[in-house]
């Protein structure tokens, strides 16, 4: 064996024919200890985003999806993590949201922040203390950091452009793409190469959030099920190059309601897979009036 490869040296140029080249256990952990002992010394906590869920953090450069079966509140879960960001930390948010007219997500926070009835605030049958309570918080609204981008059937492109724009103006620190299948290539893509555009759309996308230093985050759409099961890897099987692609994947589950007079509804956060922090399930509170969600605190 020694001797064949010996006298395949003779037929290749190595220097000329390797991009990379292997190395050595010693080269990573030198790397991956003076990393480690950095971070111990300084106690940075730079590099991670504190999310307001207890030990749910999103990671700098970090591709994660959260998925759920229709009609469970995705995007009433991402918008209530973009006010924990946008009003408690102060922290610049992008928003992707393809052909959503930016309006609705306006109401959308007014009820999550205002604690004011969704329904009210669109038929304006508001009192006129639920009118002052709206007013106030449309005056925090104004002043705090989120900004959109919502191009219907946007191609990857044009998706791109803006955020980079949005990352130079307005430093943007996350970036939440609520309805990834809407960005025109998925749309476009037949039976045939929806997995080969789908695979390399999550690549552009993890080398994006690498590029910016930042975590992107994408809602994504798992199958309805007659008895709205709890969701779990397999729903995933046709697009197992998702679970391969992302950092970190969160699956949102509650029971469908039937009577919306509740104040509350308990809803779970479920984590799938996680490359830097714990597994588990994270227990939350769904308020089907204004369709917010909040974590349960432990009793």
Aim: net charge negative; charged share 30%.
């Amino acid at each position: 064996m020694a001797e064949k490869i010996e006298n395949k040296q003779d037929e290749i140029n190595w220097n000329d024919s390797l991009d990379y080249t292997y190395s050595s256990i010693k080269d990573t952990m030198f790397e991956t200890i003076t990393f480690i002992e950095g971070r111990y010394r300084t106690k940075s906590r730079d590099e991670v985003i504190e999310t307001g869920i207890r030990w749910l953090e999103f990671c700098k450069e970090d591709l994660v999806i959260i998925g759920s079966r229709p009609a469970i509140g995705k995007t009433s879960f991402i918008l209530s993590l973009t006010s924990e960001f946008i009003i408690n930390k102060n922290i610049p948010v992008g928003l992707v949201t393809p052909g959503t007219i930016e309006r609705d997500i306006g109401i959308r926070l007014l009820a999550i922040n205002s604690e004011v009835p969704i329904q009210k605030i669109r038929s304006g049958m508001m009192r006129i203390a639920e009118l002052k309570k709206v007013q106030e918080v449309s005056n925090v609204l104004f002043e705090a950091p989120l900004y959109f981008y919502d191009e219907p059937n946007c191609s990857f492109k044009n998706l791109k452009d803006n955020v980079l724009k949005m990352a130079l103006e307005e430093h943007i620190q996350l970036l939440f793409i609520d309805g990834f299948k809407y960005i025109q290539e998925i749309i476009d893509a037949d039976t045939e190469n929806y997995r080969i555009r789908l695979a390399k759309l999550l690549t552009e996308l993890k080398s994006l959030a690498m590029e910016l230093h930042i975590p992107i985050i994408l809602s994504l759409d798992l199958p309805a099920t007659k008895n709205n099961e709890e969701p779990t890897i397999q729903d995933l099987r046709k697009n197992m190059i998702i679970a391969d692609k992302a950092d970190k994947i969160l699956f949102l589950h509650r029971n469908r309601l039937y009577d919306y007079r509740v104040n509350y509804q308990d809803a779970e956060l479920i984590t799938i897979k996680n490359t830097a922090g714990p597994y588990g399930t994270f227990p939350l509170h769904f308020y089907p009036i204004t369709c917010k969600f909040s974590y349960k605190e432990d009793n």
